[in-house]
C-alpha cells in the first residue's frame, strides 16, 4: 500500500470515528446500526432498515443528515403514493401567450432520502426509485435530470405487520447494499435513553463531515486494497449460497435462488467500509464474517420446504461463514 494511501486512509478514519462520535450522543443502544448505516453510505449505497416502529429510524436518519451535512427529505409510503410524488412532474404554463411544460421536482431530489414504510405502497411506485438508485438520475417525460450527488436512499419496513404492503421484488432488494435489522436496545441503553429524551430539551447534533467530503471518501474506499484471501472467502460466500453452486447440503435443499454478482461487489465494498470505521488499514475475514448476514439475507430465499420444516436465512448464513474456516 503507497503511503499516501495510507496516510489519507488514516486521516479518513479519525474523520469517521468523529462522525461515528457524534451520533453515538442522539443514537442510544444501536450502535450496530449505526455502523452498518455508516458502513452503507461510505462504500456509496442504500440501506434498507427493518424493524418494529419506535426504534429510532427515522431519528438516525435525521441525525445522519445533519452530521453528514446532507440534504434529507422523507416521503411516507402509503398505498396511494404516486411515481409522480416521489420523482416529481411536469406542469403546462403559459407566459406571453406561450404554453410550455416546467419540470417540478420531487423529494427524490436531496442526497438523503428517507423511504418510510417503503413497502406500503403500490409496485408501480416502489419502482419510480429503481432508476434513481441505481443510475443516480430521473427520466420524466422523456428528459432525464440529474440528482444531487452524493444520493443514497434509507428505507424502513415493519417486519410485523403485514396487512396492506407489497412486498418489494428481488430486482429492487437487490439495490440495497445492506439490509440493516434494528432490535430493541440493551437494558442500560434504554435506560440512558429514556433520562435522555424525557428530560431537557437535548442538544441538537452538529455538523461533523460535508458532502463534498463523504464523497472523496467513497471515491477513497474504492482505493484500499484487498487480500487475495479476502477476495476468495467473498466470492466462495456468495457462490456457496447458491443452490446451483453451493457444496452445503442445506443451500442445494433449502434455498430457492441465491444470491447474485452485485452481492460480491457490496461484500467487498462494506468490508473496505468496516475497515476503516475501526481504524484498520484493510479489510479482514472478520469483516466478510460480520457483514455476511446483512449483505446476503435480502438477496436470498428460502423454498416452501425450508419454511415448513421452519428453517431460519440467518442459520444457513451462519453455516455458510463456518464453512470458510
Same mark, same amino acid.
Given at each position: 500500500?503507497?503511503?499516501?494511501?495510507?496516510?489519507?486512509?488514516?486521516?479518513?478514519? +479519525?474523520?469517521?470515528? /468523529?462522525? =461515528?462520535?457524534?451520533v453515538?450522543?442522539?443514537?442510544?443502544?444501536?450502535?450496530?446500526?449505526?455502523? @452498518?448505516?455508516?458502513?452503507?453510505?461510505?462504500?456509496? &449505497?442504500?440501506?434498507?432498515?427493518?424493524?418494529?416502529?419506535?426504534?429510532g429510524?427515522?431519528? *438516525?436518519?435525521?441525525?445522519?443528515?445533519?452530521? $453528514? &451535512?446532507?440534504?434529507?427529505?422523507?416521503? @411516507?409510503?402509503?398505498?396511494? !403514493?404516486?411515481?409522480?410524488?416521489?420523482?416529481?412532474?411536469?406542469?403546462?404554463?403559459?407566459?406571453?401567450?406561450r404554453?410550455?411544460?416546467?419540470?417540478?421536482?420531487?423529494?427524490?431530489?436531496?442526497?438523503? !432520502?428517507m423511504?418510510?414504510?417503503?413497502?406500503? #405502497?403500490s409496485?408501480?411506485t416502489?419502482?419510480?426509485? $429503481? @432508476?434513481?438508485?441505481?443510475?443516480?438520475?430521473?427520466?420524466v417525460?422523456?428528459?432525464? %435530470?440529474?440528482?444531487? =450527488?452524493?444520493? %443514497?436512499?434509507? #428505507?424502513?419496513?415493519?417486519?410485523?405487520?403485514?396487512?396492506?404492503?407489497?412486498?418489494?421484488?428481488?430486482?429492487?432488494?437487490?439495490r440495497?447494499?445492506? @439490509?440493516?435489522?434494528?432490535?430493541?436496545?440493551?437494558?442500560?441503553?434504554?435506560?440512558?435513553?429514556? *433520562?435522555?429524551?424525557?428530560?431537557?430539551?437535548?442538544?441538537?447534533?452538529?455538523?461533523?463531515? #460535508?458532502?463534498?467530503e463523504?464523497?472523496?471518501?467513497?471515491?477513497?474506499?474504492? =482505493?484500499?486494497?484487498?487480500?487475495?484471501?479476502?477476495?476468495?472467502?467473498? $466470492? /466462495?460466500?456468495?457462490?456457496?449460497?447458491?443452490?446451483?453452486?453451493? /457444496?452445503d #447440503?442445506?443451500?442445494?435443499? %433449502?434455498?430457492?435462488?441465491?444470491p447474485?454478482? =452485485?452481492?460480491a461487489?457490496?461484500?467487498?465494498?462494506?468490508?473496505?467500509?468496516?475497515? *476503516? *470505521?475501526?481504524?484498520?488499514?484493510?479489510?479482514?475475514?472478520?469483516?466478510?464474517?460480520?457483514?455476511?448476514?446483512?449483505?446476503?439475507? %435480502?438477496?436470498?430465499?428460502?423454498?416452501f420446504?425450508?419454511?415448513?420444516?421452519?428453517?431460519?436465512?440467518?442459520? !444457513?448464513? +451462519?453455516?455458510?461463514?463456518?464453512?470458510?474456516?
Open positions: 500500500m503507497q503511503v499516501d494511501i495510507v496516510s489519507e486512509v488514516e486521516a479518513l478514519s +479519525a474523520r469517521v470515528s /468523529a462522525v =461515528r462520535a457524534a453515538g450522543r442522539s443514537i442510544f443502544g444501536q450502535d450496530d446500526v449505526v455502523d @452498518q448505516t455508516l458502513i452503507t453510505l461510505l462504500s456509496g &449505497g442504500h440501506a434498507l432498515l427493518v424493524g418494529v416502529p419506535g426504534l429510524k427515522s431519528r *438516525l436518519v435525521e441525525t445522519l443528515g445533519i452530521v $453528514l &451535512g446532507l440534504a434529507t427529505k422523507r416521503i @411516507q409510503f402509503t398505498p396511494d !403514493l404516486m411515481p409522480g410524488d416521489i420523482t416529481g412532474s411536469e406542469v403546462l404554463e403559459e407566459a406571453d401567450g404554453r410550455s411544460f416546467r419540470f417540478v421536482p420531487g423529494p427524490v431530489f436531496c442526497q438523503l !432520502l423511504a418510510d414504510e417503503i413497502n406500503r #405502497a409496485p408501480r416502489q419502482s419510480a426509485l $429503481l @432508476q434513481s438508485m441505481q443510475e443516480q438520475r430521473v427520466a417525460g422523456g428528459v432525464e %435530470h440529474a440528482l444531487p =450527488r452524493p444520493f %443514497h436512499v434509507l #428505507a424502513t419496513q415493519n417486519p410485523i405487520e403485514q396487512e396492506g404492503t407489497y412486498p418489494l421484488p428481488e430486482a429492487q432488494l437487490d440495497f447494499l445492506l @439490509q440493516i435489522d434494528v432490535g430493541y436496545p440493551s437494558l442500560d441503553a434504554e435506560r440512558t435513553m429514556l *433520562l435522555a429524551t424525557t428530560g431537557a430539551p437535548e442538544a441538537a447534533p452538529e455538523p461533523t463531515l #460535508a458532502a463534498g463523504l464523497i472523496s471518501a467513497q471515491a477513497l474506499i474504492r =482505493r484500499v486494497p484487498v487480500g487475495e484471501t479476502v477476495v476468495d472467502a467473498i $466470492l /466462495a460466500l456468495v457462490r456457496g449460497g447458491r443452490p446451483e453452486t453451493a /457444496a #447440503a442445506g443451500v442445494r435443499k %433449502h434455498v430457492a435462488w441465491g447474485g454478482p =452485485r452481492a461487489q457490496a461484500l467487498m465494498l462494506a468490508s473496505r467500509a468496516r475497515a *476503516l *470505521l475501526q481504524g484498520r488499514l484493510a479489510p479482514s475475514m472478520d469483516d466478510v464474517a460480520a457483514l455476511a448476514g446483512p449483505v446476503l439475507r %435480502h438477496r436470498m430465499a428460502l423454498n420446504a425450508a419454511r415448513a420444516e421452519g428453517i431460519v436465512l440467518d442459520d !444457513l448464513i +451462519a453455516r455458510l461463514v463456518e464453512r470458510l474456516g
